[in-house]
C-alpha cells in the first residue's frame, strides 16, 4: 500500500499537520495541530531577559536574538520532530510544507534527514488561517495536492 501524502502548513506559532485520503484525492484529514504562542510574546511576557550585558561576571552583549526568534526556532524544532517520529514510523510518504516566509526556512532547516528526502515541494506561503475544507480545496486546485 502506498504511503500517504501529508501537508505541513505552518507560520511561527501555529502548524497543522494534514494527511491525504489516498482513495480520493482532494481529501485531506488534520493528523495533529500544535500550537506555541510563546512565539507571540513579547520580551518579559516571554519570560526572557531583555538584551544586554550578560550575567554572572561575563561581559559583552548578549547575542542578536529577539525571544520572538527564539521561541520559533524552539516550535520548528518541535515540529520537524513530530514530522520525523512519522516518518520513523514509515507513516508517511513525501511531504509537501506550507509556512510564511522566513519560518520556512527554519523548518526546513530543523528537519532530520529523513524527513528532508520526503519534502517533494516547499511554498513560502501561509495557509493557517483557512479552514480545512478551504484549505483542501485549496491545495487541491492550487496545488494539484
Known amino acids: 500500500m502506498e504511503k500517504p501524502v501529508w501537508a505541513v502548513v505552518a507560520n511561527g506559532s501555529k502548524a497543522r499537520v494534514l ?5 480520493k484525492p482532494g481529501r485531506w484529514t488534520e493528523v495533529e495541530c ?3 504562542p510563546q512565539s507571540r510574546l513579547h520580551g518579559a511576557d516571554a519570560g526572557h531577559e531583555p538584551a544586554g550585558h550578560a550575567i554572572a561576571g561575563r561581559s559583552g ?21 513530530a514530522v520525523g517520529a512519522a516518518v520513523a514510523e514509515q507513516r508517511v510518504g513525501s511531504i509537501v510544507v506550507f509556512a510564511s516566509n522566513p519560518f520556512l526556512g527554519e523548518l526546513l532547516a530543523h528537519l532530520d534527514s529523513g524527513s528532508r528526502q520526503r519534502v517533494a515541494d516547499s511554498h513560502a506561503l501561509d ?6 475544507q478551504e484549505l483542501a480545496q485549496r491545495l487541491h486546485s492550487d496545488f494539484q495536492l
Open 61 to 81: 552583549l548578549a547575542p542578536r536574538s529577539s525571544p520572538q526568534e527564539h521561541e520559533r526556532r524552539i516550535f520548528a524544532q518541535q515540529i520537524a520532530d
Open 34 to 36: 500544535l500550537l506555541h
Open 19 to 23: 494527511e491525504q485520503d489516498s482513495t
Open 127 to 132: 495557509l493557517t488561517s483557512l479552514g480545512l
